[in-house]
């Protein structure tokens, strides 16, 4: 039935001379890529997001008669204006890239970034944003890594009142894990915490709420939070925020552009649920996407540099190479400089003294998951750690990868 609805919308559309056939064409090729990936989401969000896609690609026209007809059917909280939103991005001092989504009436915060300094540089646009009349809505962690969470103390220090969510209770968990894996390195009272000078620890329990609804995020569907929807990927619950009336997505630590890939901790499953988000990343892509991935180089000036499918693809390549290589030798030393060699263009950050990102995220040590992934294919890596064996010839197992 609804998409009777939608192809009844684009036959009368295409009578209308205000949106050129280019327009309509990929109007319906955005809702199609968005309405495969929501096939077990709700009808009127699904019609949300062909209402996002004509008002992206600048069908406006085309708007009011197919909210008209939705709400007939009972979808009476579609947004049928163009939301206007707009995207600024805070560069970290050391941890993620923290983005901030906004339109003229309020805000959210993407990642919080890993440090104290990466907070303050944030808060600097959060004080203009406020100053500009915008609510400060809500904080969204897109992943429980470190270097995404860490500067959560102090925003909440700053502004208590304003909810920092993850998306389920599952990446909450898996972040309340790390707590205890990572002890003290957490915590920003404790001196065993680098980067941080809290004056009282800070409860990520009671802190961190779980997102249960997008209109919790942002109050309509035009931000569409998409949780835990896929496998594993760079850690095992994510979100990733699709914004189809800005053609936007931001995709946390799944895809990087001049950087490596973080692998730690990500075992062979993992990189095969890995390969298949990326997959329908690139399959809900265009040209004219803007991504905003969780480290470096985003939105219209990655855009300007690189095409989102081709970004999107370069990911799936590292990962593919890195799945080969990373069992290929016992010595995570040989795999680190193999990777290094193969893919210099990611060693950008390296030329800015960066080293701790560009490098950090590969292997560091033969007690890491090297020599795990190499003893898992059944190779002899040795039994003292600091000595390995050498070379594997074992492949990985093949990932089973649907096409789009």
């Known amino acids: 039935m609804l998409w009777a609805v939608v192809l009844l919308c684009?036959?009368?559309a295409s009578v209308q001379a205000a949106c050129t056939t280019k327009e309509l064409d990929a109007a319906a090729a955005c809702y199609g890529r968005h309405a495969k990936m929501m096939?077990?989401?709700?009808?009127?969000?699904?019609?949300?997001?062909?209402?996002?896609?004509?008002i992206s690609r600048g069908c406006t026209d085309k708007v009011k008669p197919m909210c008209q007809q939705a709400r007939t059917k009972g979808c009476w909280q579609l947004n049928c204006e163009d939301p206007k939103i707009e995207f600024e991005v805070s560069k970290p001092a050391r941890g993620s890239n923290s983005i901030f989504i906004k339109n003229a009436t309020q805000f959210v915060m993407l990642d919080t970034g890993m440090t104290e300094e990466d907070a303050k540089i944030s808060i600097k646009i959060i004080k203009r944003l406020i100053g500009e009349g915008k609510k400060f809505r809500a904080v969204m962690i897109t992943h429980p890594h470190p270097?995404?969470?860490?500067?959560?103390?102090?925003?909440?220090?700053?502004?208590?009142t304003t909810p920092i969510y993850l998306g389920t209770n599952a990446a909450k968990q898996e972040l309340i894990h790390g707590l205890y894996e990572f002890g003290p390195f957490l915590d920003p009272a404790s001196p065993g915490n680098p980067v941080?000078?809290?004056?009282?620890?800070?409860?990520?329990?009671?802190?961190?709420?779980?997102?249960?609804?997008?209109?919790?995020?942002?109050?309509?569907?035009?931000?569409?939070?998409?949780k835990d929807m896929y496998q594993m990927?760079?850690?095992?619950?994510?979100?990733?925020?699709s914004i189809p009336a800005a053609n936007a997505m931001i995709t946390g630590d799944l895809v990087e552009y001049k950087m490596h890939l973080w692998l730690n901790g990500v075992d062979l499953q993992m990189q095969c649920g890995w390969l298949e988000v990326?997959?329908?990343?690139?399959?809900?892509?265009?040209?004219?996407?803007?991504?905003?991935?969780?480290?470096?180089?985003?939105?219209?000036?990655?855009?300007?540099?690189m095409t989102a499918p081709k970004v999107i693809q370069s990911s799936i390549d590292y990962l593919n190479y890195a799945r080969t290589a990373t069992p290929s030798n016992c010595d995570p030393n040989i795999v680190?400089?193999?990777?290094?060699?193969?893919?210099?263009?990611?060693?950008?950050?390296?030329?800015?003294?960066k080293l701790d990102r560009t490098?950090?995220?590969?292997?560091?040590?033969?007690?890491?998951?090297?020599?795990?992934d190499a003893k898992y294919l059944g190779c002899d890596c040795g039994k003292d750690p600091k000595k390995p064996v050498g070379a594997c010839t074992k492949p990985p197992p093949k990932c089973i990868v649907p096409s789009m």
């Open 10 to 12: 684009l036959s009368a």
């Open 39 to 54: 096939m077990n989401s709700n009808p009127c969000l699904s019609m949300q997001a062909m209402v996002s896609c004509y």
């Open 147 to 160: 270097d995404h969470v860490m500067s959560a103390w102090k925003i909440n220090e700053e502004y208590p």
């Open 196 to 226: 941080g000078k809290a004056t009282k620890k800070f409860d990520y329990q009671k802190n961190i709420q779980v997102l249960w609804s997008s209109y919790d995020l942002w109050g309509s569907p035009d931000v569409n939070v998409m």
């Open 233 to 241: 990927g760079e850690t095992r619950h994510f979100s990733i925020i």
């Open 278 to 305: 990326l997959n329908k990343l690139k399959y809900m892509a265009d040209d004219e996407t803007r991504l905003f991935p969780g480290h470096g180089m985003s939105g219209d000036a990655l855009r300007k540099e």
């Open 336 to 353: 680190k400089a193999d990777l290094r060699k193969k893919f210099v263009e990611r060693e950008a950050d390296a030329k800015n003294g």
């Open 359 to 372: 490098i950090g995220s590969l292997p560091p040590s033969p007690t890491a998951r090297v020599p795990a």
